[in-house]
């Protein structure tokens, strides 16, 4: 069962992809691979969940993001160090 962050995370990045409803994004869903997603969708997600979940994540931490889970563990790190 998914947790609350991380439905908020995948709603974020469903939102910025522009992801139809039937697209199966889960936490193990590769951004790149399968979503296609590009550098411009990285930056659209990266504001999506600075200003959803009041984090700040730099190029450097989404640069390293391959799945959903590590946008997922990215949030919560942010989110527990404030």
């Not at 995370?9 to 469903?14: A, D, E, K, L, N």
């Not at 659209?44 to 959803?52: A, G, P, S, T, V």
């Amino acid at each position: 069962m998914r947790g609350q962050v991380a439905d908020r995370v995948i709603q974020c990045i469903r939102e910025a992809t522009s992801a139809s409803a039937d697209c199966a994004i889960e936490p193990i869903t590769h951004l790149r691979g399968q979503l296609r997603m590009d550098s411009l969708d990285i930056c659209e997600i990266i504001l999506k969940l600075e200003e959803n979940f009041i984090v700040q994540i730099t190029e450097a931490e989404a640069d390293k993001w391959e799945t959903v889970s590590d946008v997922i563990a990215t949030v919560e790190r942010g989110t527990h160090a404030s």
